[in-house]
Nanobody, 121 residues
Framework: QVQLVESGGNLVQAGGSLRLSCAAS????????MGWYRQAPGKQRERVAQ???????NYADSVKGRFTISRDNAKNTVYLQMTGLESEDTAVYYC???????????????WGQGTQVTVST
């Protein structure tokens, strides 16, 4: 069993900062891709940022220069440092990982439960 647990969501004023964390636990052989998505009310889920096992990073245009994704492979954890938060960043944030479980030759997509980020103006 593999589980992702997120933390760090909160209510913050516009211009403020937050750091989200997502830790994977369970029978993990390897983790390839780690990423963050978000879903605002009435909108589709969108990718915010992702980082490969080799350190290649991609950001959505809307967060470039404000958000930073990083990963700690020893802790099976991905982080999202968010600065310069805007009201448009208000959403439920989900982490996603592509994980190969122990005793499996295949990798699977796992999602966190979501954490609420609310930016007030």
């Amino acid at each position: 069993q593999v589980q992702l647990v997120e933390s760090g969501g909160n209510l913050v004023q516009a211009g403020g900062s937050l750091r989200l964390s997502c830790a994977a636990s369970g029978s993990i052989f390897s983790i390839n891709l780690m990423g963050w998505y978000r879903q605002a009310p009435g909108k589709q889920r969108e990718r915010v940022a992702q980082i490969t096992s080799g350190g290649i990073i991609n950001y959505a245009d809307s967060v470039k220069g404000r958000f930073t994704i990083s990963r700690d492979n020893a802790k099976n954890t991905v982080y999202l440092q968010m600065t310069g938060l805007e009201s448009e960043d208000t959403a439920v944030y989900y982490c996603q990982m592509i994980i190969r479980p122990v005793s499996s030759r295949a990798s699977y997509t796992y999602w966190g439960q979501g954490t609420q980020v609310t930016v007030s103006t």
